[in-house]
């Protein structure tokens, strides 16, 4: 095939509201309305098959601001342009407006709008996008993702085992951030009880989402040490390399990084600098699948672990692609009438989809049910 154009670009951003049980308190944790939204892209091409992109808005707002930037900005100069040449795309796009990709928002709508053309070139190929890129192995261990520092330690031990039952052996929860209050155990207490409740050889991660300093960060990683807790995530600010360097000098605890880490070059300055021994890229943020590809490769070639961050349908085949791929996070955040064909955990692994292009698509009813009005 020669090329495919660009027919159009088809933007639609959705709110997607929380229901009830204790992790979909994330959306107020993250500071947002109650629900987070999705910005959802279409890419047609002239007589070959449509592409989905996507990227998740947590907190829930600008969505609608991801959604008019690709639809005034990048739309327009995708059209016409060749969706089997993805990186062209990808470099036409950033070249033309690197002011404004410095991550955010513009960073986001690239990431959605790169991840559809790969969408395109795989369902062209006719293979499963896992194995356009590599097919490294097609199940995936995931693990569990939750622990919100607001829940109460009844509420910690059940969904700890709620992933148990799921044949998952690992799970990661939040730590800092928020004060005890009375009533609430310390983050010691809870990763004490976690660690009684699942036993020695279970895995625990602890993800402080940016919430310390560094010299507070050294002394929490002695505390995570000592209960055996297998990675240290965003201890401190992740636009600070410098104090990211620091703490994981003096961190006898690994440190995870990523989620809010963009491009190539972000990525490759955690490495040379020896900042994180687990890099976690979003491919809805980090610049879509063009780019999550280049960060497997820095993780191979500097033996650091690759895992994801959320986004578990589509993060199963980009890690499952690469020879550095450590595991998946899975997060059950989403409503189950959302994708048209939902993952399921097996045995503790998501299994990567057998089908042509990622294999993710909205739930037919999702698009208008879900529509932010
Ligand atoms: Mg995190």
Redesign the pocket.
């Known amino acids: 095939m020669e090329k495919l154009e660009i027919e159009s670009v088809e933007v639609v951003p959705l709110r997607i509201p929380l229901g009830d049980s204790p992790i979909h308190r994330f959306g107020r944790d993250a500071g947002g309305p109650r629900g987070f939204g999705c910005t959802a892209i279409w890419v047609h091409t002239k007589g070959g098959p449509s592409g989905f992109g996507y990227c998740f808005q947590t907190g829930g707002g600008a969505t609608a601001s991801v959604a008019a930037f690709v639809r005034d900005v990048l739309a327009p100069r995708a059209t016409g342009q060749d969706a089997l040449a993805p990186e062209a795309v990808w470099h036409s796009l950033w070249r033309a407006n690197t002011s404004a990709m410095r991550g955010g928002i513009a960073a986001w709508a690239l990431s959605a709008l790169d991840t559809a053309c790969w969408d395109i070139v795989a369902k062209a190929a006719g293979l499963p996008l896992h194995r356009v890129l590599g097919g490294f192995r097609s199940r995936v261990p995931v693990y569990g993702?939750g622990g919100l520092r607001d829940f109460a330690d009844s509420e910690l031990v059940e969904e700890l085992n709620s992933f148990v039952a799921q044949g998952i052996t690992a799970y990661?929860f939040k730590i800092g951030g928020l004060a005890a209050t009375a009533g609430q155990s310390t983050d010691e207490q809870r990763i004490a009880l976690l660690r009684k409740e699942a036993g020695d050889d279970f895995t625990l991660y602890a993800?402080a989402?940016q919430a310390y300093t560094p010299a507070e960060a050294v002394e929490v990683a002695a505390m995570l040490r000592h209960y055996g807790v297998a990675w240290f995530?965003?201890p401190v600010p992740a636009d600070s390399v410098d104090d990211i360097v620091q703490v994981a000098s003096e961190s006898a605890v690994p440190i995870?990084v990523g989620?809010n880490v963009y491009f190539r070059w972000g990525f490759r300055e955690l490495c040379t600098r020896g900042a994180a021994a687990i890099l976690?890229p979003d491919v809805g943020v980090c610049g879509g699948v063009t780019e999550f590809r280049k960060v497997a490769a820095l993780a191979e070639s500097f033996n650091l672990a690759l895992c994801s961050?959320l986004a578990h349908e589509i993060s199963v085949s980009l890690v499952g692609a690469s020879p550095a791929g450590m595991t998946v996070?899975y997060a059950d955040l989403l409503p189950h009438d959302f994708w048209a064909r939902p993952l399921e955990v097996r045995d503790g692994c998501l299994e990567v989809p057998g089908v042509p292009g990622h294999g993710v698509e909205l739930a037919p009813e999702a698009r208008e049910r879900y529509a932010l009005k």
Do not use: G, I
Request: glycine fraction near 0%; aromatic fraction near 0%; avoid cysteine.
């Open positions: 993702s990661k993800d989402n995530e965003e995870a989620e976690q961050h996070e």
